[in-house]
C-alpha cells in the first residue's frame, strides 16, 4: 500500500466530516465559530481520527459508525492544542504553520474556543450514541475510554506535570509520565476507541492495547528530537521551543542518539503486536513506521 495516498484520502474524509459538524452557516456566535474553525481546519496530520478508522479496518468494523468518535477526536486534540499555546502555558505563537487562535482571536476567545471544542466533542459521540443505528453499549464504552483519556488522569494530568517539570532536573521517570499521559493516552484511546466501536474481542483488544501504548510513547519522543532538530517549515511550530521553556523531554534526559534507538524499539514493538491480524493491519504498521521515522530523518 502506499502510505501518502491513504493518509491523504482518509484525512480528506475526516476534513470533509469535521466540515459538516462545524458550518459556519446559521450560528448564533460566528465568532467563537470562526476561532473554532481557525484551529480545526487549519490542517494537520489527522493522526488521531485515522487511528480509529485504521484500527476498524482491521476488524471489519463500520467507518461510518466511527467517524463521529474519529471526528471527536480530532476536537479533543485541538481544544488541547489551542490551550496548550496560550500564555498561561506554553506561549507559542505558530501552530501547523499558521498564527495560534490566541494570536488572531485575543486569549479569552481563544480559551472559548477550546472549551467549546471540548464540549462539542462530546455532543457528537453522544448524538452517535443516541442514533438507533449504533450500538449503544459499544458507543458508550467508547465515550468512557476517550474520557479517561483526556481528563484527570491522562491528557490533562500529564499537562499538569510538564508545566510542574519545567526547570526541574530532568529524569525518565518523569518524562515517561508526563508523554504517556500527555500525548500517549489520546493516541491510545484512539485505536482502542475504533477497536471497541468494531466489537474487537478480549485477545485483539490486548494486541491493539499495547500497539497504541508503544506508538504513542513513540510518537512523543519522535517529536521532542523533531522540536530540537527540524527547521518550523518540517514541524509547523517554533524550533527548540521544548528548550527554551526548559520542557523534560527525551533527548534532555537521555541524548537524541538514545532518544532516536528508544523509538526504534518502539515501533518493533508496537509492530510486532499487530502480527495476528496479518495483512489486515498493514496501514497500522506503516503509520507507525512513519511517526518513528519522520524524526530520524531530520
Do not use: W
Not at 481520527?49 to 461510518?64: F, S
Amino acid at each position: 500500500m502506499n502510505l501518502a495516498t491513504y493518509l491523504d484520502r482518509r484525512r480528506r474524509m475526516v476534513e470533509r466530516a469535521l466540515e459538516r459538524y462545524l458550518p459556519i452557516v446559521g450560528d448564533h456566535a460566528p465568532t467563537l465559530v470562526q476561532a473554532m474553525r481557525h484551529s480545526l481546519l487549519g490542517g494537520g496530520k489527522r493522526l488521531r481520527p485515522i487511528l480509529a478508522l485504521a484500527t476498524a479496518d482491521v476488524l471489519g468494523g463500520e467507518l461510518r459508525a466511527v467517524m463521529p468518535f474519529a471526528c471527536a477526536l480530532e476536537m479533543l486534540h485541538t481544544y488541547s492544542l489551542i490551550h496548550d499555546d496560550l500564555p498561561a502555558m506554553d506561549d507559542d505563537d505558530l501552530r501547523r504553520g499558521r498564527p495560534t487562535c490566541h494570536v488572531v482571536f485575543g486569549e479569552a476567545i481563544a480559551i472559548l474556543a477550546g472549551d467549546a471544542l471540548l464540549t462539542e466533542a462530546f455532543r457528537v459521540m453522544a448524538a452517535a450514541a443516541l442514533d438507533n443505528g449504533a450500538s449503544k453499549s459499544r458507543a458508550l464504552r467508547a465515550i468512557n475510554e476517550i474520557a479517561d483519556a483526556a481528563g484527570k488522569r491522562g491528557m490533562v494530568s500529564g499537562q499538569v506535570a510538564d508545566l510542574e517539570a519545567e526547570r526541574h532536573e530532568p529524569d525518565l521517570a518523569t518524562v515517561e509520565f508526563i508523554h504517556v499521559r500527555k500525548t500517549g493516552a489520546l493516541l491510545l484511546a484512539s485505536v482502542r476507541a475504533g477497536a471497541l466501536l468494531s466489537g474487537a474481542g478480549a485477545r485483539a483488544l490486548r494486541h491493539l492495547t499495547r500497539y497504541g501504548e508503544c506508538l504513542g510513547l513513540a510518537f512523543q519522543i519522535a517529536d521532542d528530537i523533531l522540536d530540537a532538530e527540524a527547521p518550523s517549515r518540517v514541524t509547523g511550530k517554533r524550533t527548540g521551543r521544548d528548550q527554551a521553556l526548559h520542557k523534560m523531554t527525551f533527548p534532555a534526559v537521555m541524548g537524541l542518539p538514545a532518544a532516536k534507538e528508544r523509538a526504534r524499539d518502539l515501533l518493533a514493538q508496537s509492530v510486532a503486536e499487530l502480527k495476528p491480524f496479518g495483512r489486515r493491519a498493514e496501514p497500522l504498521r506503516r503509520i507507525a513506521a512513519y511517526v518513528v521515522e519522520r524524526a530520524a530523518t531530520v
